[in-house]
C-alpha cells in the first residue's frame, strides 16, 4: 500500500546539476529516516546521503560537498541536489525511507529507482 516514487533522473554532462524527489504515499502516521542510496554496474547499491527525522544529515565521502539531501516533512518528500557531477556519479539511485503505519508498528520502502548518468 505505502510507495515511493521518485523522480529527477536523466542525463547530464560533466559539472551539470541533477535534483532528485522522492515522495512517500499511502499508510502513514510518521515518516523517519530517509535516504538515497545508489548502485553502479558491477558494484554493490552504497549509500549516498541520509536524514534523520531529526534532521540530521550523513554523506558518502565521495558526495560530501556537492550532494546536498533535505526533506518537507509536510510532504513526506526527501530531496537530493547533486551538484558539481562526475562520469563516477553515474548510477542507478534508489529511495529508501523508514516510517511508522501506526504507534510502535515499523516498516521500510525502497523506490524503483532512477537512472543518473553523467557524459559528454
Known amino acids: 500500500q505505502v510507495q515511493l516514487v521518485e523522480s529527477g533522473g536523466g542525463l547530464v554532462q560533466p559539472g551539470g546539476s541533477l535534483r532528485l524527489s522522492c515522495a512517500a504515499s499511502g499508510s502513514i502516521f510518521k515518516v523517519n529516516d530517509m535516504g538515497w542510496y545508489r548502485q553502479a554496474p558491477g558494484k554493490q547499491r552504497e549509500l549516498v546521503a541520509a536524514?534523520?527525522?531529526?534532521?540530521?544529515?550523513n554523506y558518502a565521502d565521495s558526495v560530501e560537498g556537492r550532494f546536498t539531501i533535505s526533506r518537507d516533512n509536510a510532504k513526506n518528500t526527501v530531496y537530493l541536489q547533486m551538484n558539481s557531477l562526475k562520469p563516477e556519479d553515474t548510477a542507478v539511485y534508489y529511495c529508501?525511507?523508514?516510517?511508522?503505519?501506526?504507534?510502535?508498528?515499523?516498516?521500510?520502502?525502497w523506490g524503483p529507482g532512477t537512472q543518473v548518468t553523467v557524459s559528454p
Open positions: 529508501h525511507a523508514n516510517w511508522d503505519i501506526r504507534v510502535g508498528v515499523h516498516t521500510a520502502s
Open positions: 536524514i534523520t527525522k531529526g534532521g540530521s544529515t
